[in-house]
């Protein structure tokens, strides 16, 4: 697919990429004789493709070029368009930056945040090593009914639809919806199991449920970690959550 095409085609005003639009047409200035240089047509051949070169624009580097900077917005674009999200960046691809604050800024500033420094200083081996096994992940499309969708969008800190919600993030909601749904004062129901999901789910198992995915409303360093070993099972973890919400509402 070319990219440059695609983009122009598809950013309208309510495209978070439309910020980037009038600077990718108008190209960059000759330096010499001040002309304008159009920017080249840039090609992906498949999602895979696109991922990778996101990884190779994202290398550190003293400096980036302008036309690195091109490219990275129009990959950025279609990995947006296609639904995927960055698990360790989970609202970057919709809330877009240039390429030199991800690449530099919000790369070593997530690195800080994992106690990954050195007295402020992140090595570039540390950040090619987070670029290089950065995670990419397709949005979901999981069934939700209308009802619990409009309750995660209330309960959501940005208003976010469920279906765009990365994995980490839809875990999080989903244990506050739960937490909403179900605790009074400080203690938690206890639920009619038999008629509300024929003897299938228990109590318990709705216990050991919530208390598994608590560390995904948590940015504590065991939290995080406990997050990192529960997302190879999270689109298993999502549906379950979901499964325990669909018959629930402020009354059980």
């Avoid at 402020?120 to 950065?134: A, Y």
Wanted: glycine fraction near 4%.
């Amino acid at each position: 697919m070319e990219l440059l095409e695609y983009f122009l085609s598809e950013v309208d005003k309510n495209n978070p990429y439309y910020q980037f639009k009038e600077w990718i047409e108008n190209g960059q200035v000759n330096d010499f004789d001040n002309s304008v240089i159009h920017y080249e047509k840039f090609y992906v051949s498949s999602n895979k493709d696109a991922i990778n070169k996101f990884r190779s624009l994202t290398q550190p580097g003293s400096t980036y070029t302008s036309a690195d900077s091109y490219r990275f917005i129009l990959i950025c674009h279609y990995l947006y368009k296609h639904k995927y999200v960055i698990e360790e960046f989970s609202e970057f691809l919709e809330n877009p930056t240039g390429l030199s604050e991800f690449a530099y800024g919000l790369v070593r500033s997530y690195l800080i945040s994992l106690g990954e420094d050195e007295n402020g200083t992140v090595t570039w081996q540390k950040r090619r090593d987070l670029i290089n096994t950065l995670h990419f992940t397709v949005i979901e499309n999981f069934y939700v009914q209308q009802d619990i969708a409009q309750l995660f969008q209330v309960i959501s800190t940005r208003s976010a639809e469920f279906q765009m919600m990365s994995s980490e993030e839809k875990l999080k909601e989903i244990a506050n919806l739960l937490e909403y749904l179900l605790k009074e004062g400080k203690k938690f129901k206890t639920l009619d199991v038999k008629n509300i999901y024929y003897d299938f789910i228990s109590n318990e198992q709705i216990i050991g449920y919530r208390k598994l995915i608590q560390c995904f409303r948590h940015s504590s360093i065991e939290s995080l970690a406990e997050r990192t070993v529960l997302m190879h099972n999270s689109e298993f973890l999502i549906s379950y959550g979901l499964a325990i919400l669909a018959p629930l509402n402020k009354d059980n």
